[in-house]
T-cell receptor, first 116, second 115 residues
Framework: AAGVIQSPRHLIKEKRETATLKCYPI?????VYWYQQGPGQDPQFLISFYEKMQSDKGSIPDRFSAQQFSDYHSELNMSSLELGDSALYFC???????????????FGNGTRLTVT | AQSVTQLDSQVPVFEEAPVELRCNYSSSVSVYLFWYVQYPNQGLQLLLKYLSGSTLVKGINGFEAEFNKSQTSFHLRKPSVHISDTAEYFCAVSDHSGGYNKLIFGAGTRLAVHP
């Protein structure tokens, strides 16, 4: 079965540079989520999109932005990178029918961002 | 907002021994609970989920979990572990306080299976 695809798998950037992470959700899934997992940490929710509209926002820095496109893929844009942004960034997708809150999230393998 | 607490950061265990990974959640009228496993350098894989109905939930790889409303717990168990079960395990709860669904994770428990 098709899974969530993330690219790139690894990314090395210098401080103050920008980075763009891409996510391709499972076909027909209507919700995309971004999570950040620091070393030895649990995944922290950043932002989500439902049917291409931002649906929820977590602890996402103002330097980061994200969007979901007409083909449902999503991109996380990160500017003015800091050393502390080094982490594993996960994208997840789910199918959330209106009023349903119990759909499990399906995660991609993540993008490991290293800021030097 | 919902939250989960994983009481053990690390659990060492010998191969073929039973294991229990503990998870407690914040009380709520309705709660949906999940266990995810993360192998090194990989993404999060769903082990099992509790949505409603039977309190004993069976998942993949021989794992099961029991939803206990009175103790607000959702502990993960396996009667006999393998070396290949060595991984990080995350308990998660569905949070829809913002009107949309997202998962809130616990801090994780590292299961280390020794030969």
């Amino acid at each position: 079965a098709a899974g969530v695809i993330q690219s790139p798998r690894h990314l090395i950037k210098e401080k103050r540079e920008t980075a763009t992470l891409k996510c391709y959700p499972i076909p027909r899934h209507d919700t995309v989520y971004w999570y950040q997992q620091g070393p030895g940490q649990d995944p922290q929710f950043l932002i989500s999109f439902y049917e291409k509209m931002q649906s929820d926002k977590g602890s996402i820095p103002d330097r980061f932005s994200a969007q979901q496109f007409s083909d449902y893929h999503s991109e996380l844009n990160m500017s003015s990178l800091e050393l502390g942004d080094s982490a594993l960034y996960f994208c997840a997708s789910s199918l959330n029918r209106e009023g349903s809150y119990n759909s499990p999230l399906h995660f991609g393998n993540g993008t490991r961002l290293t800021v030097t | 907002a919902q939250s989960v607490t994983q009481l053990d950061s690390q659990v060492p265990v010998f191969e073929e021994a039973p294991v229990e990974l503990r998870c407690n959640y914040s009380s709520s009228v309705s709660v949906y609970l999940f266990w995810y496993v993360q192998y090194p350098n990989q993404g999060l894989q769903l082990l099992l989920k509790y949505l409603s109905g039977s309190t004993l939930v069976k998942g993949i790889n021989g794992f099961e979990a029991e939803f206990n409303k009175s103790q607000t717990s959702f502990h993960l168990r396996k009667p006999s572990v393998h070396i290949s079960d060595t991984a990080e395990y995350f308990c998660a709860v569905s949070d829809h306080s913002g009107g949309y669904n997202k998962l809130i994770f616990g801090a994780g428990t590292r299961l280390a299976v020794h030969p």
